[in-house]
């Protein structure tokens, strides 16, 4: 695979120079930043309109908090600091199914439930980082876990396409019986679908999803590309079908657009700051055409 990408970029580097692709296809970390927003964005935009309709906006926020814990779980265990994937992967999902087994065997409600967990899981992650210090510098676990677009291995590549083909593979068949669930549970188990193990399978999505863009994007653009595209998608349309690919759409330009503009343009601005300001202009566009337009006053799913 290694070999790939660099033949990959050294084809589009080639034709960079020639003037046939924009001056900053000459650097190959923006090329490796582009590959991944390929995947990132449409995976993230149609994930995010079941979180939206589920009401699980802050869900893959807890998983990105709670992945420091496993970062130093790993370091503390021999693992490589800078790529803790295994660690982070197994605490994440153990954390994502305990909080959903709790939820559904308990009268707390799931914002509770998140806050309690996130909690618990920052004050071990917290305290290990005490040890963890003797061996690394903490900075470097915050770089890793709070990663740029803009210096992604290809071993990060190569985790993110891996686990797209898994979400894709897995979520794919599953996805008109997932949406449903998510907009109404109780008309899903009527038509025969078994709610909880899709919420379980959902949730497994989300988790495995978050953690291989953790050190890619960072949790906090994580959460943003799962929530704002939906969001904005959702102010304008009606129709199910077009809530999904306009979320995917928005997200994957927002993408493609936060990684090339401050390269073309030479601005001071880092890439995932500039993702999130040009989903968040799409959702600025979606809200006052939606306010201003009575057509699109009563879009909302």
Not at 195 to 211: D, P, R
Not at 215 to 244: C, D, H, Q, T, Y
Request: with cysteine; charged share 10%; hydrophobic share 60%.
């Amino acid at each position: 695979m290694d070999n790939l990408y660099e033949s990959l970029r050294q084809w589009l580097q080639q034709l960079a120079t020639q003037g046939d692709l924009p001056l900053s296809f000459q650097y190959g970390f923006v090329i490796n930043a582009l590959l991944c927003a390929l995947f990132i964005g449409p995976l993230l935009g149609a994930v995010g309109t079941m979180v939206v309709t589920k009401k699980m906006a802050f869900f893959s926020q807890a998983i990105g908090n709670a992945a420091m814990t496993g970062v130093a779980i790993g370091v503390l265990l021999g693992e490589s600091y800078t790529e803790p994937y295994v660690s982070m992967f197994i605490f994440c999902l153990l954390f994502a199914l305990a909080l959903n087994f709790t939820k559904h065997n308990s009268n707390l409600s799931a914002d509770t439930l998140i806050g309690v967990f996130l909690s618990i899981s920052l004050a071990v992650g917290a305290s290990l980082l005490l040890f963890v210090s003797a061996k690394v510098n903490t900075h470097i676990l915050e770089a890793v876990l709070f990663g740029s677009v803009l210096t992604v291995s290809d071993t990060d590549i190569n985790v993110l396409i891996l686990v797209s083909i898994l979400v894709v593979a897995i979520g794919g068949p599953l996805f008109n019986q997932l949406l449903l669930a998510s907009l109404n549970p109780s008309l899903a188990a009527a038509r025969g679908a078994r709610v909880k193990l899709l919420e379980y399978i959902f949730v497994i999505i989300i988790t495995v999803l978050t953690v291989a863009c953790l050190k890619i994007i960072g949790a906090v653009l994580v959460e943003a590309l799962l929530l704002i595209p939906a969001a904005a998608a959702r102010n304008v349309i009606s129709s199910m079908r077009g809530f999904v690919f306009l979320s995917m759409a928005i997200a994957t330009v927002s993408c493609f657009a936060g990684i090339l503009i401050p390269m073309e343009f030479d601005l001071p601005i880092p890439s995932g700051g500039a993702i999130v300001m040009v989903a968040a202009l799409f959702f600025i566009i979606t809200t006052l055409i939606a306010l201003l337009s009575p057509r699109f006053q009563r879009a909302g799913l």
